[in-house]
């Protein structure tokens, strides 16, 4: 037991110490950090014109809704940023290595397959989840301070992100133990983009009533419950008033908590997977 | 002594039809520097990772140092290097051991001291804290073979250690390999250089899809038998009649020179103290052991014809 943790805890360390050598990191929260400024200049000149334009007795209504519908619109560029970099930095992390037989020299000392997916994994789960909440709290700050809008639930929304974060990370984890880099990136963005467009499909088939295509779209954030839990995150992030109209901010059909317990589920679900399938694996 | 290694009928199908190891029996004595040989394809590397955990046995068995290769903890004590390696190579030289010898389980106080040492080894102190990427194949050879001996290990597996390396890495991978036999560490050489097993190795297998044809020492494989060929100031019918009690054969070469054939090297200065109280006089005495690859081409099939099978 010490002996698999110590082992884990020395693959958590060198995937930290990798994601920083490529640079990985620094460009993720480089991205992130202007994205941030650039939210905040944005957000701070729009709060000038509307005290400037908008009437006394209607402007605390009018800068709420302003702030929860930038808020969301800056988390989804947050949210979008989370998922590639999860998919980015983990998509070849186990096939790159056995492609360049760099897993010979690891998988031959005293360790387990599996807890090479694991140290991986949480040091991906880490990046990621630091990731996540700097760049929330940045942006949530900002609103906070500038606008003074506290969205309904920060901290659902927050960690909703976070088992988004996760939840990629586990099938591209586990894609990464069975397919080579490419078709493991291939496939994943393939698995993006279905249910990216199903949850389309689920708010259209919601907003004129289509049992078939709700189905559909439910189906395909089965497959990936990324665009789902985002768009539960959103619900987090803006009074019930907003919601109804159809944006990616905006949320007509949200998943219900069943899907988080789904989603958990998948994460964990994948990540026993991926552990499985690469101690089958002959390298 | 009991065996480092051991493997009954060890066995490996891919895709249940490609045989790469049809039924590998061996045994390595512990503290033996032993030879792994075989043409390619003869399943030297899928053994050898099936004995490192890294192929999973179809069918069969294997022990290091007792215990099954399925255990992680049989390869506690094992060292290896790889034959297409590629390293972390964004790791610093120093770093990359340090890794290593944490999966292997050193402490750090171990590490501390040990990697220093392991650098100096194979001259690496300087490059210590550079890149691996700007390392040249040959450096990057000698920080794997350090890697495969950092931890002591007590069994080393290094798969065409040699391989791409200069006459002066060749012959620091010797000195590694010297080395480790001297603390007592149990070398599994994998190498198409023959010459360098001959030279390293204590005893060697001979494999050919994935079976053992013949194991043993080399004056074992080659029937104990050496060649001496003697250069003597006269040859008389007396003396060829004398030299026939101490050799197998005896064949004329030359003038005065002649070809024995003897059960052993120790026959040698007996030889040469009774020609010299013959009153003869020895200009030569030279053995011929029956070379590595002589004896490969003879055991893998080659047509090798007797007079090639003498150095």
């Known amino acids: 037991m010490i002996q698999s943790l110590h082992q884990i805890g020395v693959i958590t360390r060198l995937t930290f110490r990798e994601a920083q050598r490529r640079r990985l990191l620094w ?9 941030v400024i650039l939210f905040a200049l944005g957000f701070y000149f729009i709060y000038q014109d509307t005290v400037q334009h908008v009437s006394e007795s209607y402007r605390s209504e009018a800068m709420r809704q302003a702030s929860a519908m930038l808020l969301t619109a800056g988390m989804y560029v947050i949210n979008f940023l989370i998922v590639m970099i999860t998919v980015l930095t983990s998509v070849g992390s186990i096939s790159s290595e056995i492609s360049s037989n760099t897993i010979h020299a690891i998988a031959s000392k005293p360790i387990r397959r599996w807890e090479i997916v694991m140290g991986k994994w949480l040091g991906f789960a880490t990046m990621i989840t630091i990731y996540t909440v700097l760049m929330s709290l940045a942006l949530m700050g900002v609103v906070l301070i ?5 969205p309904p639930k920060p901290l659902a929304a927050l960690l909703i992100l976070v088992l988004e974060g996760l939840a990629v990370l ?36 919601v907003i004129v009533n289509s049992q078939v295509a709700r189905d559909l779209g439910i189906a395909s954030s089965l497959l990936l419950p990324g665009e789902a839990l985002w768009r539960l995150a959103a619900s987090c992030l803006q009074p019930p008033g907003l919601m109804g109209s159809i944006t990616p901010f905006a949320v007509a059909s949200q998943p219900t908590q069943a899907f988080v317990v789904y989603s958990l589920f998948y994460t964990l679900g994948l990540l026993l997977l991926g552990m499985w399938t690469l101690s089958q694996r002959d390298f | 002594m009991a065996n480092a290694i051991e493997t009954f009928e060890l066995r490996k199908v891919y895709n249940e039809t490609k045989v790469a190891v049809q039924s590998l029996t061996m045994q390595v004595g512990q503290g033996e520097v032993f030879g792994f040989l075989g043409p390619n394809g003869a399943g030297k590397t899928t053994s050898i990772k099936m004995l490192l955990g890294l192929v999973r046995p179809t069918a069969g068995s294997a022990l290091l140092l007792g215990r099954p290769v399925s255990e992680p903890t049989a390869r506690r004590q094992v060292g290896f290097l790889p034959e297409h390696f590629r390293f972390h190579e964004w790791l610093r030289a120093e770093e990359f051991l340090d890794l290593h010898g944490q999966l292997c389980g050193m402490s750090r106080v171990d590490r501390i001291q040990r990697i220093p040492e ?22 990057l050879q000698r920080i794997g073979l350090a890697m495969a001996l950092l931890h002591r290990p007590a069994v ?13 890495g060749r012959l620091l991978v010797r000195d590694a390999i010297r080395a480790a036999r001297d603390e007592g560490t149990t070398v599994f050489l994998n190498s198409h250089l023959l010459g360098e097993v001959e030279v390293t190795c204590d005893r060697v297998a001979f494999i050919r899809k994935g079976q053992v044809i013949r194991a043993g020492t080399i004056p074992e494989l080659s029937g104990g038998l050496t060649r001496a060929r003697l250069r003597l100031d006269r040859l008389t019918p007396e003396l060829l009649a004398g ?69």
């Open chain 2, 156 to 168: 080393v597996f290094l798969d065409e250690p040699t391989s791409g390396l200069d006459p002066f």
């Open chain 1, 170 to 205: 586990s099938v591209t984890l586990f894609g990464s133990t069975l397919l080579s880099t490419l078709a493991n990136g291939v496939v994943v963005f393939m698995l993006y983009g279905v249910a990216f467009i199903g949850g389309w499909v689920e708010q259209i088939g």
């Open chain 1, 146 to 150: 500038i606008g003074g809008y506290v």
């Open chain 1, 27 to 35: 460009i993720g929260l480089g991205l992130g950090g202007a994205f």
């Open chain 2, 243 to 311: 030299l026939a009690q101490w050799a197998n054969t005896v064949e004329p070469m030359g003038e005065c020179e002649i070809m024995l054939s003897l059960p052993g090297e120790d026959r040698l200065p007996e030889i040469n103290a009774w020609l010299v109280g013959q009153g003869v006089r020895v200009y030569a005495l030279v053995p011929h052991q029956l070379s590595l690859e002589a004896l490969f081409l003879q055991i893998m099939g080659g047509q090798a014809s007797t007079e090639e099978l003498t150095s």
């Open chain 2, 118 to 139: 392991m650098l100096e080894q194979v001259g690496l102190t300087e490059v210590a804290r550079k890149p691996l990427s700007t390392f040249s194949k040959g450096m």
